[in-house]
């Protein structure tokens, strides 16, 4: 009986993990986000984390690692396939960051605290809410995973979930960091066949909202772009979360200067066939 019991129990494990929004692992889930299924390494894993395959309706648009107790993403990693269309205005939040027994798909705030009887306090405890990025000066609402890197309109609309978010630099939003964004990365996948993208923020010294989401001190993105067979290349982007500058690096430079502003092991973002220089 004991066994048929752990059996049962495992089975669920499994049926879990291959459903699942906030996961135990992202490659069991979502590995089609990773360049060769390989997420960065651990040096970039928060005391308290989550993982989330970020679930919209009834598909997977891309991974992040989340930072429970600074209420903001560590990483979002996606494809990059830009297309048309117009940028969305609804803001979502995770369910199953309050609890499993939530749905498996983002939904609004007011679908929560009405449809599923989740209070305003539950949602707080769980993740950073709306609420907490109104009556900011000099900040905005900055997402690691840009909508416009994205070709259709569920696609933008995923990207609009309070857990992409962390609180940016407005200068920097929307000036050096939205020209390589739009501009940059336009040039530099030219001739990629797929363009794996991981973005990220390091952890500040400062918050908003009365200390409950954290204001990072750097945002940084990476690429890695395959161009045919056996060829890749690869970049990233480094900024202060305070000017209007972005500097362009090899990944090896990315990855090195991550590892000095974490001060854990070393930072690896992609697979190692991935050039560094």
Same mark, same amino acid.
């Given at each position: 009986?004991?066994?048929? %019991?752990? *059996?049962?129990?495992?089975?669920?494990?499994?049926?879990?993990?291959?459903?699942?929004?906030?996961?135990?692992?992202?490659?069991?889930?979502?590995?089609?986000?990773?360049?060769?299924?390989?997420?960065?390494?651990? #040096?970039?894993?928060?005391?308290?984390?989550?993982?989330?395959?970020?679930?919209? /309706?009834?598909?997977?648009?891309?991974?992040?690692?989340? $930072?429970?107790?600074?209420?903001?993403?560590?990483?979002?990693?996606? %494809?990059?396939?830009?297309?048309? /269309?117009?940028?969305?205005?609804?803001?979502?939040?995770?369910?199953? %960051?309050?609890?499993?027994?939530?749905?498996?798909?983002?939904?609004?705030?007011?679908? !929560?605290?009405?449809?599923?009887?989740?209070? *305003?306090?539950?949602?707080?405890?769980?993740?950073?809410?709306?609420? $907490?990025?109104?009556? *900011?000066?000099?900040?905005?609402? &900055?997402? !690691?995973?840009?909508?416009?890197?994205?070709?259709?309109?569920?696609?933008?609309?995923?990207?609009?979930? *309070?857990?992409?978010?962390?609180?940016?630099?407005?200068?920097?939003?929307?000036?050096?960091?939205?020209?390589?964004?739009?501009?940059?990365?336009?040039?530099?996948?030219?001739?990629?066949?797929?363009?794996?993208?991981?973005? &990220?923020?390091?952890?500040?010294?400062?918050?908003?909202?009365?200390?409950?989401?954290?204001?990072?001190?750097?945002?940084?993105?990476? #690429?890695?772009?395959?161009?045919?067979?056996?060829?890749?290349?690869?970049?990233?982007?480094?900024?202060?979360?305070?000017? $209007?500058?972005?500097?362009?690096?090899?990944?090896?430079?990315?990855?090195?200067? !991550?590892?000095?502003?974490?001060?854990?092991?070393?930072?690896?973002?992609?697979?190692?066939?991935?050039?560094?220089?």
């Amino acid at each position: 009986m004991m066994l048929l %019991l752990l *059996l049962l129990q495992v089975l669920a494990s499994c049926l879990w993990l291959g459903h699942g929004e906030v996961v135990t692992s992202l490659i069991s889930t979502c590995p089609q986000f990773f360049f060769q299924k390989t997420p960065p390494n651990a #040096a970039l894993t928060p005391q308290n984390p989550a993982w989330i395959c970020q679930r919209y /309706g009834n598909k997977y648009y891309f991974a992040t690692l989340y $930072d429970r107790s600074r209420r903001i993403p560590v990483y979002s990693a996606y %494809l990059y396939q830009p297309g048309p /269309g117009k940028r969305p205005n609804t803001w979502m939040v995770e369910p199953q %960051l309050v609890g499993p027994n939530y749905p498996k798909t983002m939904e609004k705030e007011w679908t !929560l605290l009405n449809h599923f009887k989740v209070s *305003l306090e539950q949602l707080s405890k769980s993740q950073a809410l709306l609420q $907490d990025y109104k009556n *900011l000066t000099g900040l905005n609402r &900055g997402h !690691l995973n840009p909508n416009g890197h994205h070709e259709d309109n569920s696609s933008r609309k995923a990207t609009f979930t *309070l857990t992409n978010i962390v609180p940016q630099d407005a200068k920097l939003n929307g000036g050096a960091w939205n020209n390589y964004e739009q501009q940059t990365m336009m040039r530099m996948t030219q001739g990629c066949n797929n363009t794996y993208v991981v973005v &990220g923020a390091v952890p500040g010294k400062s918050y908003i909202s009365n200390g409950r989401v954290n204001k990072p001190s750097f945002i940084w993105s990476s #690429a890695c772009c395959e161009l045919g067979r056996n060829n890749t290349k690869a970049w990233g982007v480094i900024a202060e979360n305070n000017r $209007d500058e972005v500097e362009l690096l090899t990944l090896g430079e990315l990855e090195e200067t !991550l590892s000095l502003l974490y001060g854990r092991e070393s930072v690896s973002l992609f697979h190692s066939a991935c050039p560094r220089e």
